[in-house]
């Protein structure tokens, strides 16, 4: 007989603490902080920015400084403008209903006004509904996070 709970891997893995063997070190790791960077100026700019998600940019760069710097993430995760995203992602596995309708409404609302108020080209009005479109879908997408338990 064996043991079930010797047999199983833990499907969420803390993934704050990577495996020191897959971490970034050099070149990579510069990059992945450049990036990380990047992604977070995005994503501030996506919170006043209605066409431009800010969720997605958190994750990624939540991802780029798991890989480098631990240190730098905890930081992040513990933030007051990104840590409240990170901490639902990663201790209840995706993001809150609210956030996910606020971030809808926002976006289309965003496009709305983009549209009536912009002096938009046909071509720029196109190539915005397709980026607005693609915003929605990975926002649709998006897990959403599970109920802490009592």
Known sequence: MTNDRADTTNINNDVSRPNPSTRFTGLKQAAAIVGAVACLILAAIGFFLPVLPSTPFVLLASYLLIQCSPKMHRRLKGSRFFGRILRD??????????????????????????????????????????????????????????????
């Open 89 to 150: 992602w990663e201790d209840r596995n995706g993001i809150r209903p609210a956030d996910k309708v606020r971030a809808i409404v926002i976006v289309v609302a965003g496009l709305i006004l983009t549209f009536s108020v912009g002096n938009l080209s046909t071509t720029l009005r196109f190539l915005t509904l397709i980026l607005v479109l693609i915003g929605l879908y990975v926002i649709i997408r998006l897990p959403v996070a599970k109920d802490e338990a009592p």
